[in-house]
C-alpha cells in the first residue's frame, strides 16, 4: 500500500509514470507502451490506477522470468547480504532506486506491514525474507 500511496497523484490515481516507478521498484524495466498496455487492460476508460487495479496488476500470475526479476530486485535491496531486508535496507533502496526519501521508521513499518507483522510490535519482525517479499509483490 505504502509503494502506491507513495506514488499515486493528488487524486488518489496512479498514472503511467508512478506504475512505471513501482515496476522499476520491483526490479521490472518495462517499455512505457507495456506499461501502458498494463493499465488499459485494468482500467481502460480511465488510464488510471486506483488502489484495487493496481492490486490486480500486481496479482496477475507471474511468469518465470518476473520471478527472476523479482528475486533480483530483493537481492539489489539487501545491501547488507543477509539475505533479508531491514529498515535501513528498504530506506537505501527507495532512495537510490526510486529518488523517494522515508525515514527509518516509515521503513520499519513497511517491512512489519509486508511481514504481516501489526505496526507499532516492538521488536517484531524488523526483517523481510524473500517470500514475503515475493508474496507481497504478487498479493498486496
Keep these: 500500500?505504502?509503494?502506491?500511496?507513495?506514488?499515486?497523484?493528488?487524486?488518489?490515481?496512479?498514472?503511467?509514470?508512478?506504475?512505471?516507478?513501482?515496476?522499476?521498484?520491483?526490479g521490472l524495466e518495462l517499455s512505457d507502451a507495456?506499461?501502458?498496455?498494463?493499465?488499459?487492460?485494468?482500467?481502460?476508460?480511465?488510464?488510471?490506477l486506483g488502489f484495487d487495479a493496481f492490486l490486480a496488476i500486481l496479482a496477475r500470475p507471474m511468469e518465470d522470468d518476473v520471478t527472476a526479476d523479482l528475486r533480483d530486485a530483493f537481492s539489489v535491496l539487501d545491501t547488507s547480504g543477509t539475505g533479508a531486508l531491514d529498515e535501513d535496507d528498504v530506506q537505501a533502496g527507495f532512495a537510490?532506486?526510486?529518488?523517494?526519501?522515508?525515514?527509518?521508521?516509515?521503513?520499519?513499518?513497511?517491512?512489519?506491514?509486508?511481514?504481516?507483522?501489526?505496526?507499532?510490535?516492538?521488536?517484531?519482525?524488523?526483517?523481510l525474507y524473500l517470500d514475503d517479499f515475493m508474496r507481497a509483490m504478487v498479493l498486496k
Design 1 to 26: 500500500r505504502q509503494i502506491f500511496d507513495t506514488l499515486r497523484g493528488s487524486d488518489d490515481e496512479l498514472k503511467a509514470d508512478g506504475l512505471k516507478l513501482a515496476m522499476i521498484a520491483l
Design 96 to 127: 537510490q532506486h526510486l529518488g523517494i526519501t522515508v525515514s527509518a521508521e516509515e521503513a520499519l513499518d513497511m517491512v512489519r506491514e509486508v511481514s504481516g507483522a501489526p505496526s507499532g510490535s516492538g521488536g517484531l519482525a524488523t526483517k
Design 34 to 48: 507495456e506499461v501502458m498496455d498494463m493499465i488499459v487492460e485494468v482500467a481502460p476508460t480511465t488510464k488510471a
